[in-house]
Protein backbone atom coordinates (compact mmCIF):
# COMPACT_ATOMS: atom_id res chain seq x y z
CA UNK A 1 0.00 0.00 0.00
CA UNK A 2 1.11 3.42 -0.97
CA UNK A 3 -0.19 6.59 0.95
CA UNK A 4 0.69 10.21 -0.18
CA UNK A 5 -0.43 13.19 -0.77
CA UNK A 6 -4.20 13.99 -2.41
CA UNK A 7 -2.89 15.18 -6.13
CA UNK A 8 -5.96 17.01 -8.13
CA UNK A 9 -6.21 14.32 -11.10
CA UNK A 10 -7.28 12.17 -7.67
CA UNK A 11 -10.54 14.04 -7.23
CA UNK A 12 -12.94 12.15 -9.41
CA UNK A 13 -12.23 9.03 -7.57
CA UNK A 14 -12.14 10.52 -3.88
CA UNK A 15 -15.63 11.97 -5.37
CA UNK A 16 -17.10 8.66 -5.75
CA UNK A 17 -15.45 7.55 -2.66
CA UNK A 18 -16.96 9.81 -0.32
CA UNK A 19 -20.42 9.28 -2.18
CA UNK A 20 -20.29 5.65 -1.37
CA UNK A 21 -18.73 5.25 1.67
CA UNK A 22 -19.40 8.33 3.83
CA UNK A 23 -22.42 9.37 6.07
CA UNK A 24 -23.81 12.24 4.63
CA UNK A 25 -26.87 13.79 4.20
CA UNK A 26 -26.15 15.00 0.39
CA UNK A 27 -23.81 13.89 -2.32
CA UNK A 28 -19.75 15.44 -1.67
CA UNK A 29 -19.00 17.76 -4.68
CA UNK A 30 -15.86 19.06 -5.31
CA UNK A 31 -16.08 22.48 -3.81
CA UNK A 32 -16.14 20.26 -0.31
CA UNK A 33 -12.54 19.99 -0.86
CA UNK A 34 -11.75 23.48 -1.40
CA UNK A 35 -9.88 23.91 2.34
CA UNK A 36 -7.58 21.58 0.68
CA UNK A 37 -5.96 24.10 -1.48
CA UNK A 38 -4.48 25.87 1.72
CA UNK A 39 -3.51 22.79 3.38
CA UNK A 40 -2.93 20.19 0.90
CA UNK A 41 -0.38 18.33 3.57
CA UNK A 42 -3.91 17.29 5.05
CA UNK A 43 -4.92 15.46 2.55
CA UNK A 44 -3.86 11.92 1.92
CA UNK A 45 -4.86 9.09 0.15
CA UNK A 46 -3.83 5.34 -0.02
CA UNK A 47 -3.24 3.08 -3.40
CA UNK A 48 -2.99 -0.55 -3.95
CA UNK A 49 -1.88 -1.75 -7.38
CA UNK A 50 -2.56 1.91 -8.51
CA UNK A 51 -6.14 1.67 -7.54
CA UNK A 52 -7.36 4.49 -5.01
CA UNK A 53 -8.76 2.84 -2.17
CA UNK A 54 -9.18 5.38 0.83
CA UNK A 55 -8.17 8.88 1.99
CA UNK A 56 -8.14 11.13 4.81
CA UNK A 57 -9.04 14.90 4.16
CA UNK A 58 -8.10 17.52 7.21
CA UNK A 59 -8.17 21.32 7.36
CA UNK A 60 -6.68 23.88 8.80
CA UNK A 61 -9.65 25.36 11.29
CA UNK A 62 -10.25 29.64 12.72
CA UNK A 63 -10.47 28.95 16.18
CA UNK A 64 -10.58 32.26 18.12
CA UNK A 65 -8.05 33.29 20.78
CA UNK A 66 -9.97 32.81 23.61
CA UNK A 67 -10.76 29.60 22.82
CA UNK A 68 -7.30 28.11 21.91
CA UNK A 69 -6.64 29.89 25.38
CA UNK A 70 -9.58 27.89 27.17
CA UNK A 71 -8.11 24.69 24.89
CA UNK A 72 -4.80 25.53 25.52
CA UNK A 73 -3.58 25.11 22.11
CA UNK A 74 -2.39 27.38 19.38
CA UNK A 75 -3.53 25.35 15.94
CA UNK A 76 -6.40 22.98 15.60
CA UNK A 77 -7.00 20.88 12.34
CA UNK A 78 -10.79 19.49 11.59
CA UNK A 79 -10.78 15.81 10.23
CA UNK A 80 -13.59 16.62 8.08
CA UNK A 81 -13.67 12.86 6.08
CA UNK A 82 -12.37 9.49 6.47
CA UNK A 83 -13.59 6.84 3.74
CA UNK A 84 -12.03 3.48 2.90
CA UNK A 85 -13.39 0.85 0.12
CA UNK A 86 -15.66 -1.66 2.17
CA UNK A 87 -13.61 -4.56 -0.06
CA UNK A 88 -10.57 -2.92 1.79
CA UNK A 89 -11.28 -2.26 4.84
CA UNK A 90 -10.28 -4.13 8.56
CA UNK A 91 -6.94 -4.53 6.21
CA UNK A 92 -5.05 -1.38 8.34
CA UNK A 93 -5.63 1.20 5.92
CA UNK A 94 -8.09 3.71 8.04
CA UNK A 95 -5.82 3.48 10.67
CA UNK A 96 -2.23 4.34 8.96
CA UNK A 97 -4.12 7.12 7.04
CA UNK A 98 -5.25 8.65 10.35
CA UNK A 99 -1.78 7.87 11.79
CA UNK A 100 0.38 9.62 9.10
CA UNK A 101 -1.89 12.50 8.80
CA UNK A 102 -1.84 12.52 12.35
CA UNK A 103 1.50 12.62 12.32
CA UNK A 104 1.69 14.93 9.66
CA UNK A 105 -0.14 17.35 11.54
CA UNK A 106 1.62 17.26 14.77
CA UNK A 107 4.61 18.27 12.78
CA UNK A 108 3.12 21.11 11.51
CA UNK A 109 2.07 22.52 14.91
CA UNK A 110 -0.98 21.73 15.38
CA UNK A 111 -2.13 20.82 18.92
CA UNK A 112 -5.77 19.57 18.34
CA UNK A 113 -7.39 17.44 15.65
CA UNK A 114 -11.23 17.50 16.27
CA UNK A 115 -13.67 14.98 14.14
CA UNK A 116 -17.24 14.39 13.80
CA UNK A 117 -18.27 10.68 13.91
CA UNK A 118 -22.07 9.52 12.33
CA UNK A 119 -23.59 6.99 15.38
CA UNK A 120 -24.11 4.43 12.69
CA UNK A 121 -20.21 4.21 11.74
CA UNK A 122 -19.34 2.11 15.03
CA UNK A 123 -16.15 0.53 13.06
CA UNK A 124 -15.12 4.55 12.61
CA UNK A 125 -16.16 4.79 15.99
CA UNK A 126 -13.81 2.10 17.50
CA UNK A 127 -10.86 3.14 15.44
CA UNK A 128 -10.92 6.64 17.11
CA UNK A 129 -11.19 5.31 20.22
CA UNK A 130 -8.23 3.24 19.47
CA UNK A 131 -6.12 6.16 18.46
CA UNK A 132 -6.91 8.54 21.44
CA UNK A 133 -9.95 10.38 20.45
CA UNK A 134 -12.41 11.21 23.18
CA UNK A 135 -15.89 12.69 22.59
CA UNK A 136 -16.30 16.35 23.66
CA UNK A 137 -20.10 16.83 22.57
CA UNK A 138 -23.31 14.85 21.47
CA UNK A 139 -24.58 16.16 18.17
CA UNK A 140 -28.96 15.34 18.83
CA UNK A 141 -32.00 15.71 16.87
CA UNK A 142 -35.42 14.71 17.05
CA UNK A 143 -37.75 14.58 14.44
CA UNK A 144 -40.81 16.41 14.25
Not at 59 to 82: H, M
Not at 104 to 113: H, Q, V
Not at 122 to 136: C, M, N, P, S, T
Request: net charge negative; with cysteine; charged share 30%.
Amino acid sequence: MNIRTFEHEDLNQVIDLANKYSSFDSDVTEEFFQPAQSFSQGFLVAEIDGKLVGFVFAYLREVPDEVLSRWTATKVAQIELLAVDTSYRRQGIGEELLDKLLRTLKTEGIDIALLHCPIEAKAAKHLYDKLGFEIRAYAMRKRL
